[in-house]
């Protein structure tokens, strides 16, 4: 618990749910961006779609009843809609949807995100869980990242590319075929970083209430660059609180 009264956690699911707007289809993933996707449904967000990879269109979780996977049947309650898994996933390639949103186990500076393994390929240190629908979604929609912010997930280079970003830079991704989507927001618990539109490096664009640049550079396995106008994030309010333990009184996302 922070001092101001709140857990990592609870600050990323918070800062996360903010960036999604009324209106807008999201392919969120489990975890923080199926808890900050619902809580941004419940309090400014009444029209977000959310879709699901297990075939769910139109999710509405029930407070208290958060699935544990994006298959779970929790998940479909008043769904407006249950596909096959291809289906779903045809409705990023017809560009219906806003946003992927997605964690992961490590970062680069162009957004690549890696969920596959830690270590060397042969001899892995730390197995995890893998793509899954990851690299469909990452490689269709823009991208929202929602992750702890620590200098080992944050890294010069993946260890491996599950999901692509921005590749090496600059026009990598267009060059490698991928001719949409690419990395939108990066929300961690000590900021908010986007990405430049010419070299497509991350940049820092906000700080959260008490961090610090070299707070940030601390905890970041890269050069931090911040940009031209570095803004403070508003602390979470007591009503984006209040909702947010209401979906997750057990805990199982926001510990």
């Known amino acids: 618990m922070t001092r101001d009264g709140y857990t990592k956690a609870e600050l990323l699911t918070v800062m996360s749910a903010r960036v999604l707007e009324d209106g807008q289809t999201v392919f969120a993933g489990v975890g923080i961006p199926l808890l900050a996707s ?38 479909a309650r008043k769904a407006n809609m249950l596909l ?37 390929p042969d001899r892995p240190t730390i197995r995890l869980p893998g793509t899954g629908g990851g690299n469909d979604i990452a490689s269709l929609a823009r991208m929202l990242v929602a992750m702890l912010h620590e200098k080992r997930r944050l890294a010069e280079r993946v260890d491996f590319v599950t999901s692509p970003g921005f590749l090496a830079g600059g026009r990598s991704r267009e060059a490698a075929g991928l001719i949409t989507g690419g990395m939108h927001k990066v929300i961690t618990d000590l900021g908010i970083f986007g990405f430049n539109p010419e070299s497509r490096r991350m940049e820092l664009e906000a700080l959260h209430p008490g961090v610090t640049l070299e707070e940030v550079q601390a ?22 609180l209040a909702a947010l333990r209401a979906l997750d009184p057990d805990r199982l996302y926001i510990s």
């Open 38 to 75: 619902t809580l941004a449904q419940r309090l400014h967000a009444p029209r977000l779609t959310i879709l699901f990879e297990g075939g769910v269109v139109g999710a509405l979780i029930e407070p208290g009843k958060l699935p544990p996977s994006t298959n779970e049947q929790r998940c």
């Open 84 to 120: 096959p898994i291809t289906d779903v996933l045809l409705l990023l390639q017809r560009g219906y949807v806003d946003y992927g949103f997605m964690g992961g186990a490590q970062i680069d500076q162009y957004g690549n995100l890696n969920s596959s393994f830690i270590g060397d």
């Open 219 to 240: 905890n970041t396995g890269f050069s931090v660059v911040p940009a031209a106008r570095l803004a403070t994030t508003a602390l979470p309010t007591a009503e984006e």
